[in-house]
């Protein structure tokens, strides 16, 4: 209670700094950095609870689970303190009156960031801009259903149907985690540079997400063993990171105050 109360203290804040002060070209790629940090979360987790396991047991007998759990819980609440002060550090004090939704102005002539000539979602009409909004949020509603049924699913074969240790699976996952945050940092590199069109990069991670869909079933799938699963998460998780970054920075752009 004390660590979710914490924890969301910068958020509020932090959203409206956010809609303040972040030019609209932006938003989209920070989003996919959000995204990152999510899965970023599923790379170092298993890392932190093992060092908060040798920290508590000391080498000793075995923790009751409850008791472990526990202290997950006050490492989550000493995570949420420093968050909040790391937000209460960097927000600023004062709103800078800048228009978001200006062109490129003779400071921003040598910024990295080189935007493709497409439709703008901020340059739409406000009924465009609010369906973008709807459908985006229903997007983002649906997606984790999705992928957590994938994982489940994924889990449950690979440990029932192969015989797969339980610490085996969990280090895939972790590593296929690491692969989205990869195929992320790729798209963002080459959407900053001008390379790929955002509305091309969500075309084909729904389609390569897609295809991974299909190797979860017999047939396609079932010449590669276990491993056509493992293909199929990297194909799902990665488009998925990527297209949900996408889709939250389109809505993030298109909505207004």
């Known amino acids: ?28 790629i920070w989003m996919i950095m959000t995204q990152c940090a999510r899965n970023f979360g599923l790379v170092i987790g298993p890392l932190f609870f093992a060092i908060l396991k040798v920290a508590v047991t000391r080498g000793g007998e075995r923790v009751n689970p409850r008791s472990m759990m526990a202290w997950v819980n006050v490492f989550m609440l000493i995570l949420s303190i420093v968050s909040a002060l790391f937000g209460a550090a960097i927000l600023p004090v004062k709103i800078p009156e800048i228009n978001l939704d200006e062109g490129a102005t003779e400071d921003e002539a040598d910024d990295i960031f080189k935007e493709t000539q497409e439709t703008k979602p901020e340059q739409l009409c406000d009924k465009d801009r609010e369906q973008i909004v709807t459908r985006m949020i229903h997007y983002s509603f649906e997606r984790p259903f999705t992928i957590s049924a994938v994982e489940v699913a994924t889990i449950m074969m690979l440990e029932v149907y192969y015989g797969w240790d339980s610490y085996l ?12 945050i990869v195929l992320s940092f790729i798209c963002t590199g080459a959407m900053m540079k001008g390379y790929l069109k955002e509305s091309s990069v969500f075309f084909w991670s729904s389609v390569g997400g897609l295809g991974g869909c299909f190797l979860l079933f017999e047939g396609l799938g079932s010449f590669m063993g276990p491993w056509g699963l493992l293909v199929a998460d990297c194909l799902i998780y990665g488009g998925a990171t ?8 389109w809505a993030s752009r298109a909505a207004k105050e």
């Open 1 to 28: 209670q004390v660590g979710s109360f914490l924890g969301s203290l910068p958020i509020i804040p932090g959203q409206i700094f956010w809609s303040k002060i972040t030019k609209q070209k932006y938003k989209t």
């Open 169 to 180: 699976t969990g280090t895939c996952f972790t590593l296929i985690s690491g692969m989205g």
């Open 242 to 249: 990527v297209a949900n970054g996408i889709a939250e920075g």
